[in-house]
């Protein structure tokens, strides 16, 4: 019998093939043991940190996440994802039901998503999801937020298949990410550069146009402007500059994270402030050391004033017509 020679194109999709199919059938062996330690640790990022229930939890009114559904996913409003109907994006079921979320996933393949973008069925996450800070984590931190996901209670919730048109599969975001800090900067400085990338906070605080492209030179600039169910609002400038948070010390940051307020103005639920407030002081001293390293950027955001149109970043946010 003659065999045809098979083309590189299909050894290679038979190879992925294989791979996936492998995967599949050893799904639920754990790669990462289960230690008290990482449980902890898992715990603290998830529901601190990196907020992972703010996006995969049905939220209420007032943007707390609904009681019985932490982490069981939800379709995001076109608001919120900036995708018009009839397309949508699904934050999926990330707890250990078997049927409807994560539990018939591999470590591997959690790992894969959270550090690669790429979800267990092999297709590319949108950019929503923050992979692109999350590939910063450490071997033990990633570890330790896959062994808590698997700790937490099944929700079976099934939930719609994302519907997102065509787009080119891009390294999103890299031009938000800022400079590394030099290897002599101070220890807190560079804990909390980490900390700000798990932490996601370009992702919000990055001046953005109103067709969500980040404007060059206006890193945690602010100005990005969010709705939601629970009120509209400006992310704020967090440079050193006198229009961002350039008057606060390290006592006002800590205080105005652990309280939801500045001075007697209240924080938008938008920023996950009362996830954050669980932080120890450490690493809040340590977030706010790494942004005073930042340059600081001209950009006047104000949410307690009428909103008015920005030249900055064209979005309407209070004193826009001020930049």
Known sequence: MRFRRLSWPFLVFLTVIAICGAETSKSVSPSFARTPKRLMRGQYLVEGLAHCFD???ERDAKGNPVRGMKGAGRVLPPEESRIALPHLLVCPNITPDRKTGAG?????????????????????LDKTMPYWNFRNLTDEDLASIIVFLRSIPAV?????KRKLAAQPVTDWRAEVQPLALASD????????????????CTGCHTTTDPQ???????????????VRPWGTVASANLTRDASG???????????????????ARPLNRTMPYPVYRNLTDDDLK??????RTLP??????DNTEAATLCPKDKNRHGFGDRN
Not at 109 to 121: E, P, S
Not at 185 to 200: D, Q
Not at 214 to 225: S, Y
Not at 245 to 263: L, P
């Open 55 to 57: 996006c995969h939890s």
């Open 104 to 124: 018939s996933w591999s470590d591997a393949q959690l790992a894969r998503a959270l550090r690669d973008g790429i979800g267990h069925d092999a297709r590319i």
């Open 156 to 160: 079976h919730h099934p939930l719609p």
């Open 185 to 200: 900067a101070p220890a807190a400085a560079r804990r909390g550069e980490y900390l700000v990338y798990i932490g996601n």
């Open 212 to 226: 969500n492209h980040a404007i060059p030179g206006m890193l945690f600039a602010g100005g990005r402007v969010f």
């Open 245 to 263: 948070i350039g008057y606060y010390d390290e006592a006002q940051f800590i205080r105005t994270i652990r309280t939801g307020y500045v001075g």
């Open 286 to 291: 340590a977030i706010f050391a790494y942004l």
């Open 296 to 301: 600081p950027v001209v950009h006047r955001v």
